[in-house]
């Protein structure tokens, strides 16, 4: 079998990002990347797929300086790796470069994060589906093997969850905590650093979107409390008291 | 321009998103329609709550569609639209409309925008919406097209007037098999507590850092007759059952104090339990967007601060 998993090289959200001076972009510089944590989840599963049935997994990425991703994906199993440099934060262009160059790859399931965590459009996966015209599902939290087709469930809101099943070839999105992704073992950081990267350059069309502006919303804080845990703990304990709530 | 909404229903019930794109729809229709689009393999109840809120309701009824498959509603909402442009399509920001959105979009060779919390048409067709776990807002133009394609937001365009429309039901040609075969729902796993039907909730995010640090939060809400519940990371680390999860994937919460420690508030989350009655957060992060709904927002260290509370209840 042959599985192609898609990984971004993304930034960290968990703090505020700059805007360059002009306001059409983020000040990359200040950015701190890594692998994308739904892509961490995907890539487990391709692995998994691996030692249980054998398969070979090629992962690819697109962006210029994403080379330390798809070396941490050689560390945790992946067989090969294309680098597609080309940065945009258009999900269609994204989309299309997977398309073109992947179209020369034998595959039998692709399988992609339900979304970045920077841009978190989600848009990627279903967007290619829909140009290589492959069934698709999105959101997957368990995937089964089963003679010629692949039986999957998917998360829908309110703890809810679907069953379907799709024939082969196809491609899913994976949500987080399908498996519990692994560490890289040191042979496999050391054995990564000397596999080759394959270079693949491609050029999409026109962008579907201009950026007008990025602005930083405003968080209107009702009520702040800050200081000494001492102090903090006292206040909170007395709005507790205050509400009926102790 | 023409505004379609995609109306969305699971048992027999519309979804409240179907409402909300009906409201985006009528505010900025302009000179145009707003249109609702239900797909069912029976159409006429909800057919008729819609009309209430739309100039028009299309109602694509056949057996194909008994549930819901993207590539026979890709191809239903797909026909239904050929030579209809120029068409702005809004569809809920859901499991469903996350899904197959995309895809006819790719089909309608329309640019598409997903989680979008603002439209604006005077223009061209500019939407907002966040990026980087809501941290930034983007305001963009999408490029010039025959067709447009938007996921919106739950909960943001809540209120709008009624219309009161035509429906027309349109005998659709299912004529695609689908690929992928829908087999069954699935319910979700009943614990020991239903945290929804809880007065407290203290509710564990990323932030907490390791699991063996659980213990003060069990012990802290044992102190103040709670219930721990927690945010999608600690589901997925396995350190609280998914029953216990806070969110639109998880269950959606009102309890009279939502005590979050270290939860940031990604919008799922936040769409979860922002109508709870007293919200206390606790974050080291002063740009942590559940500040937005918090009550009261403590900026401070939660390993130091839950102890001391602990000290003096206990």
Same mark, same amino acid.
């Given at each position: 079998?042959?599985?192609?998993?898609?990984?971004?090289?993304?930034?960290?959200?968990?703090?505020?990002?700059?805007?360059?001076?002009?306001?059409?972009?983020?000040?990359?510089?200040?950015?701190?990347?890594?692998m994308n944590d739904w892509d961490r989840y995907a890539l487990e599963e391709a692995i998994k797929l691996k030692e249980q049935k054998g398969a070979e997994v090629l992962v690819v990425s697109v962006g210029e300086d994403c080379e330390n991703t798809l070396r941490q994906c050689f560390a945790l199993g992946a067989d090969r790796a294309i680098?597609?440099?080309?940065?945009?934060?258009?999900?269609?262009?994204?989309?299309?470069?997977?398309?073109?160059? &992947? !179209?020369?790859?034998?595959?039998?399931?692709? +399988?992609?994060?339900?979304? $970045?965590?920077? @841009?978190?459009?989600? #848009?990627?996966?279903?967007?290619?589906?829909?140009?290589?015209?492959?069934?698709?599902?999105?959101?997957?939290?368990?995937?089964?093997?089963?003679?010629?087709?692949?039986?999957?469930?998917?998360?829908?809101?309110?703890?809810?969850?679907?069953?379907?099943?799709?024939?082969?070839?196809?491609?899913?999105?994976?949500?987080?905590?399908?498996?519990?992704?692994?560490?890289?073992?040191?042979?496999?950081?050391?054995?990564?650093?000397?596999?080759?990267?394959?270079?693949?350059?491609?050029?999409?069309?026109?962008?579907?979107?201009?950026?007008?502006?990025?602005?930083?919303?405003? &968080? !209107?804080?009702?009520?702040?409390?800050?200081? +000494?845990?001492?102090?903090? $703990?006292?206040? @909170?304990?007395?709005? #507790?008291?205050?509400?009926?709530?102790? | 321009?023409?505004?379609?909404?995609?109306?969305?229903?699971?048992?027999?019930?519309?979804?409240?998103?179907?409402?909300?794109?009906?409201?985006?729809?009528?505010?900025?229709?302009?000179?145009?329609?707003?249109?609702?689009?239900?797909?069912?393999?029976?159409?006429?109840?909800?057919a008729g709550q819609l009309a209430k809120y739309a100039d028009k309701v299309w109602a694509i009824e056949d057996e194909a569609f008994e549930n819901y498959n993207p590539e026979s509603y890709i191809d239903a909402i797909f026909e239904m639209l050929r030579g209809r442009e120029p068409a702005l399509l809004l569809i809920g920001d859901t499991?469903?409309?996350?899904?197959?959105?995309?895809?006819?979009?790719?089909?309608?060779?329309?640019?598409?925008?997903?989680?979008?919390?603002?439209?604006?048409?005077?223009?061209?067709?500019?939407?907002?919406?966040?990026?980087?776990?809501?941290?930034?807002?983007?305001?963009?133009?999408?490029?010039?097209?025959?067709?447009?394609?938007?996921?919106?937001?739950?909960?943001?365009?809540?209120?709008?007037?009624?219309?009161?429309?035509?429906?027309?039901?349109?005998?659709?040609?299912?004529?695609?098999?689908?690929?992928?075969?829908?087999?069954?729902?699935?319910?979700?796993?009943?614990?020991?507590?239903?945290?929804?039907?809880?007065?407290?909730?203290?509710?564990?995010?990323?932030?907490?850092?390791?699991?063996?640090?659980?213990?003060?939060?069990?012990?802290?809400?044992?102190?103040?007759?709670?219930?721990?519940?927690?945010?999608?990371?600690?589901?997925?680390?396995?350190?609280?059952?998914?029953?216990?999860?806070?969110?639109?994937?998880?269950?959606?919460?009102?309890?009279?104090?939502?005590?979050?420690?270290?939860?940031?508030?990604?919008?799922?989350?936040?769409?979860?339990?922002?109508?709870?009655?007293?919200?206390?957060?606790?974050?080291?992060?002063?740009?942590?967007?559940?500040?937005?709904?918090?009550?009261?927002?403590?900026?401070?260290?939660?390993?130091?601060?839950?102890?001391?509370?602990?000290?003096?209840?206990?």
């Amino acid at each position: 079998m042959n599985i192609i998993v898609l990984v971004k090289h993304a930034f960290v959200s968990e703090f505020r990002p700059g805007i360059r001076a002009d306001g059409k972009a983020l000040e990359k510089k200040k950015l701190v990347y890594e692998m994308n944590d739904w892509d961490r989840y995907a890539l487990e599963e391709a692995i998994k797929l691996k030692e249980q049935k054998g398969a070979e997994v090629l992962v690819v990425s697109v962006g210029e300086d994403c080379e330390n991703t798809l070396r941490q994906c050689f560390a945790l199993g992946a067989d090969r790796a294309i680098k597609i440099p080309f940065d945009s934060i258009d999900s269609w262009q994204i989309a299309e470069v997977i398309s073109g160059v &992947i !179209k020369t790859e034998k595959f039998n399931l692709i +399988l992609a994060g339900f979304q $970045s965590q920077d @841009l978190n459009n989600a #848009l990627v996966g279903p967007i290619l589906a829909g140009m290589l015209n492959l069934p698709y599902a999105t959101a997957v939290t368990s995937i089964t093997f089963e003679d010629d087709e692949i039986r999957v469930r998917r998360e829908l809101e309110a703890g809810f969850q679907e069953e379907d099943t799709l024939p082969l070839p196809c491609l899913l999105t994976v949500q987080t905590g399908i498996n519990k992704p692994r560490y890289a073992p040191v042979k496999g950081i050391l054995k990564a650093k000397t596999k080759e990267i394959k270079e693949v350059s491609a050029k999409p069309t026109s962008s579907t979107f201009e950026v007008k502006k990025l602005h930083f919303p405003a &968080i !209107k804080k009702a009520n702040i409390i800050e200081g +000494l845990s001492e102090e903090v $703990s006292t206040k @909170l304990i007395a709005i #507790l008291k205050d509400r009926g709530l102790l | 321009m023409h505004i379609f909404a995609v109306a969305e229903h699971r048992k027999g019930e519309l979804a409240p998103i179907s409402f909300e794109l009906l409201n985006l729809a009528n505010s900025i229709k302009g000179s145009g329609k707003s249109n609702a689009i239900v797909i069912s393999k029976s159409t006429t109840a909800f057919a008729g709550q819609l009309a209430k809120y739309a100039d028009k309701v299309w109602a694509i009824e056949d057996e194909a569609f008994e549930n819901y498959n993207p590539e026979s509603y890709i191809d239903a909402i797909f026909e239904m639209l050929r030579g209809r442009e120029p068409a702005l399509l809004l569809i809920g920001d859901t499991s469903f409309g996350r899904e197959f959105a995309p895809c006819l979009a790719v089909k309608l060779s329309a640019p598409v925008q997903t989680d979008v919390v603002g439209v604006d048409l005077s223009d061209g067709v500019n939407i907002s919406r966040y990026i980087s776990q809501g941290k930034v807002m983007i305001d963009m133009k999408l490029r010039k097209s025959m067709f447009y394609v938007l996921t919106v937001r739950q909960k943001v365009f809540k209120n709008g007037p009624e219309v009161r429309g035509n429906i027309e039901v349109v005998k659709a040609k299912n004529t695609i098999v689908p690929k992928r075969r829908f087999v069954k729902y699935i319910e979700p796993e009943v614990g020991e507590v239903d945290i929804s039907k809880e007065d407290v909730l203290v509710t564990v995010g990323r932030g907490i850092g390791d699991f063996s640090k659980m213990k003060i939060v069990e012990e802290l809400a044992k102190l103040i007759g709670g219930v721990v519940a927690g945010s999608r990371p600690i589901i997925d680390y396995g350190w609280l059952p998914k029953d216990r999860q806070v969110g639109i994937s998880g269950k959606v919460v009102n309890p009279k104090l939502y005590l979050g420690l270290g939860v940031s508030g990604a919008s799922q989350h936040v769409m979860g339990m922002n109508g709870s009655e007293l919200i206390i957060a606790i974050n080291k992060n002063p740009e942590a967007p559940i500040f937005e709904v918090a009550h009261y927002c403590v900026i401070g260290n939660i390993l130091e601060i839950v102890p001391a509370i602990i000290n003096k209840l206990g």
